[in-house]
């Protein structure tokens, strides 16, 4: 089993910049497609961006696109998620998750394991 840990969050200004990390440990982290999701409040948890095995080929959601760069350190066995030009709407709690399928597609469904989530909060 895979276990995920986040970190990275915290409160910036609108236009500013923050860098989540996801921390995965537990037998072969790095065989699974990992994937960022968000959640704001009274919202549904919604994908972010994700990541392939070896790190070949990332997947951002239009609200992510330009602005967020999904990465993975294969040797540390973290994923990173690099936010920039951040809006007040970025504000949710971020989850980092792992996926065992092949091609797993943007539903939270298609992911295995979950870590507990960091608080991202942009100021206007």
């Known amino acids: 089993q895979v276990q995920l840990v986040e970190s990275g969050g915290g409160l910036v200004q609108a236009g500013g910049s923050l860098r989540l990390s996801c921390a995965a440990s537990?037998?072969?982290?790095?065989?699974?497609?990992m994937a960022w999701f968000r959640q704001a409040p009274g919202k549904e948890r919604e994908f972010v961006a994700k990541i392939s095995r070896r790190g070949a080929v990332p997947t951002y959601a239009d609200s992510a696109k330009g602005r967020f760069t999904i990465s993975r350190d294969e040797a540390k066995s973290t994923v990173y998620l690099q936010m920039s030009s951040l809006k007040p709407e970025d504000t949710a709690i971020y989850y980092c998750s792992a996926s065992s399928r092949l091609l797993p597609s943007v539903v939270a469904q298609n992911y295995d394991y979950w870590g507990q989530g960091t608080q991202v909060t942009v100021s206007s």
């Open positions: 537990g037998p072969t982290p790095n065989n699974y497609v």
